[in-house]
C-alpha cells in the first residue's frame, strides 16, 4: 500500500476520447510520473519479449481474460510477478507482470496510469483518483482519422467499435460490473462536450484539491 499522501491518478478512456493527450498534460501540469507505454516496455524486459510481440498480446481477447481476476492475489503489492519460464506466453501472464509494475511505480511515487486497468489494480489504494474520458462516436472516428492519418472512415468507424468491445469484455472479465458504469469513476467526462484543455483542467483542479 503506498503512503497516504501518495497522488495517484488512473486514466480510463475510450478510443479516440483524448486520453493521450489529457493524460500527458494532466502530468505535465501536476507534475507527477506520466505512465503508458513504459509498462509495457518494462513487462516487454521482465518477460525477454519484445514490446511489439507483447503490445499484439494486449489487444488479443481471449477466454483467457475470465481468470485474470485471480492472478491479483499474487504476490505482494510492491513486487512485480515474474512468472517462471515457459515457452509461450498469454494474456494471463502477461497481465499479472503489469498489474505487479502497476503496483510497483505506484508505491514509490506519484503518477498518472493511462488504461491496462490500472483503475481496477489499484482499487485499493485510499489516495487513487480515477477518471474516465468519453465522446460521441461520431467524434471519436474524427480524432482517429486525424491522429492516425486514416482516410477511410469505415475502417476509422470499425477500429473504434472494436476497441470498445476489446476493453469493455477485458474489465467488465475482471470487475464483474460494466466498463461504462460511470458510478466506479471519481469523474467521468464527455470530451466531445468539453474540450481537452478543459478536461486537462478540470482533472488538475480535482487532484490538487485532495491533496493534503
Known amino acids: 500500500m503506498s ?23 494532466v502530468s505535465r501540469q501536476l507534475g507527477i510520473h506520466y505512465v503508458d507505454r513504459e509498462i509495457l516496455q518494462e513487462a516487454a524486459r521482465i518477460l525477454g519479449r519484445d514490446d511489439s510481440e507483447l503490445e499484439i498480446l494486449e489487444e488479443r481477447v481471449t477466454s483467457l481474460w475470465s481468470r485474470m481476476a485471480g492472478v491479483l492475489a499474487w504476490g505482494a503489492p510492491e513486487a512485480a510477478y515474474v512468472p ?17 509494475i502497476i503496483r510497483e511505480i505506484a508505491a514509490r511515487e ?41 482516410a477511410d472512415a469505415a475502417a476509422a468507424l470499425e477500429l473504434v467499435r472494436r476497441s470498445d468491445h476489446d476493453r469493455s469484455r477485458f474489465l467488465q472479465s475482471l470487475s464483474g460490473g460494466s466498463w461504462l458504469d460511470l458510478s466506479q469513476y471519481h469523474l467521468s467526462i464527455d470530451t466531445g462536450a468539453v474540450s481537452l484543455d478543459e478536461t486537462v483542467d478540470l482533472i488538475a483542479r480535482l487532484v490538487l484539491r485532495r491533496r493534503p
Not at 517462471?84 to 505487479?100: K, S, Y
Open 84 to 100: 517462471p519460464p515457459m515457452p509461450t506466453l498469454d494474456g494471463e501472464d502477461l497481465f499479472a507482470v503489469e498489474a505487479g
Open 3 to 25: 503512503r497516504p499522501e501518495k497522488t495517484l491518478v488512473a486514466l480510463s478512456r475510450q478510443m479516440g476520447a483524448g486520453g493521450a493527450y489529457v493524460g500527458q498534460s
Open 110 to 150: 506519484d503518477a498518472l496510469f493511462v488504461g491496462r486497468a490500472a483503475m481496477w489494480v489499484l482499487r485499493q489504494e485510499p489516495t487513487l483518483i480515477s477518471v474516465f474520458l468519453h465522446a460521441p462516436e461520431a467524434v471519436r472516428v474524427e480524432r482517429v482519422m486525424r491522429d492516425y492519418r486514416m
